[in-house]
Every structure is written in structure tokens, then in C-alpha cells.
């Protein structure tokens, strides 16, 4: 089993009221290249950005974090169980799940480990979708390079070595699987300055 790096839960509240939105298109996109919708896992699930969405297209869900703090900020549903577990160790039946995903969070995970358990839970032609996104842009350029500035200069040198994943869009990191071609999809969020 690997450590875990618990860099968020003590920010938890805060991180599930200011995380941005995945858009609808992407678990549209998910669904359509599942051949079957009876279970879905969302590895690394923090505060639930991606495990809700897949209640519309799942008829269960599993939502796994090794913070029981950003869990509790996870938002319930009937059809979503969250647990406390490390990525290796999903507790899930052998061969039960027709998707498993990570949403930016591949880079803080054990990545052989993690792949063995995807391995052994993936039901025949389930489907791996990980995923991740840069640094925000704003409409006005002017702000725009000021989040630039503080994104790599102020805070840069203090981010974790495995951030460089993120900034890569996760081509950095190992990924033995036969890869899709999905559309490219856009994240847009409406943000008070507060």
C-alpha cells in the first residue's frame, strides 16, 4: 500500500466550495464509450466534483478518497457510497466496474499500484478515464497575466515536483492502456472576486 500525501484536508471546506466544475460534455462522453452503466468508481474522489455528475449515467457510484475530511464536504446521493480507502485498495468486487476515473488527482497516486487495482476491478470493456487541467484564464488579458505571474512565480516554487504532471496534461506520467481520442472539452466557471 502506498503513503498518502495529504496536502487538502485541512482546507477541505474550502476546496469543495471553490473547485470548478467538470462540464456535462465530458460524462456525456464517458458514458457513450461504456458498454454497460451498472457501476462507475471515482478514484481520488475529494469533495465529489466528479463523482456526482456520474449519477446521471450510472446506476451506482463509488467514490474512494484517502481524506475522510474531503469526504465529509462530498455532496450525498442516493446513488453515490463514499469510503475512506487508499487508490489501491478500492474494496470493490473483481471485474465490477464499467468505469473508473480520476479527475485530477493521477499525480498525487502510486500509479503502478493504483493501475493493478483499476486492472483487477475494470469489468471486460470497461473503460480508465483520468484527467486533468492547467492553469485558469480570465476574459480581461490584463488579469490574465497577473493569475499568470502569481501561478508561476509566486506560488510556483512552492508546488509540489509532481504538479509538473499537471502542467504536462498528465503526458508525463505512464499510462499502459489503449487510448481514446475524445473531443476536447472546456471548463468554464463565473467567479465573484470573494
Not at 468508481?41 to 449515467?57: H, K, M, S
Not at 469526504?71 to 480507502?85: D, G, I, N
Not at 487541467?133 to 497577473?146: I, S
Amino acid at each position: 500500500m502506498s503513503s498518502f500525501a495529504d496536502h487538502f484536508s485541512g482546507l477541505a471546506h474550502a476546496y469543495a466550495s471553490r473547485r470548478p466544475h467538470y462540464p456535462e460534455a465530458l460524462f456525456e462522453y464517458l458514458s457513450s464509450v461504456c458498454p454497460r452503466h451498472e457501476m462507475a468508481w471515482d478514484c481520488a474522489a475529494g469533495t465529489g466534483q466528479a463523482t456526482l455528475p456520474l449519477v446521471r449515467y450510472f446506476r451506482r457510484v463509488l467514490g474512494t478518497d484517502a481524506s475522510g475530511a474531503m469526504l465529509t464536504r462530498a455532496p450525498s446521493h442516493p446513488k453515490v457510497e463514499y469510503r475512506v480507502a487508499p487508490a489501491d485498495l478500492s474494496g470493490l468486487p473483481t471485474a465490477s466496474t464499467d468505469l473508473v476515473t480520476v479527475a485530477q488527482a493521477l499525480h498525487w497516486l502510486d500509479i503502478s499500484e493504483f493501475y493493478r487495482e483499476a486492472d483487477r476491478v475494470l469489468a471486460p470493456g470497461g473503460i480508465l478515464a483520468v484527467w486533468t487541467y492547467g492553469t485558469q484564464l480570465v476574459e480581461n488579458e490584463a488579469v490574465d497575466r497577473l493569475l499568470q505571474r502569481f501561478y508561476t512565480d509566486v506560488v510556483g516554487p512552492y508546488w509540489a515536483p509532481a504538479r509538473r504532471h499537471v502542467e504536462s496534461g498528465y503526458r508525463t506520467l505512464p499510462f499502459p492502456y489503449p487510448e481514446l481520442d475524445p473531443p476536447q472539452f472546456r471548463m468554464e466557471e463565473k467567479w465573484t472576486l470573494a
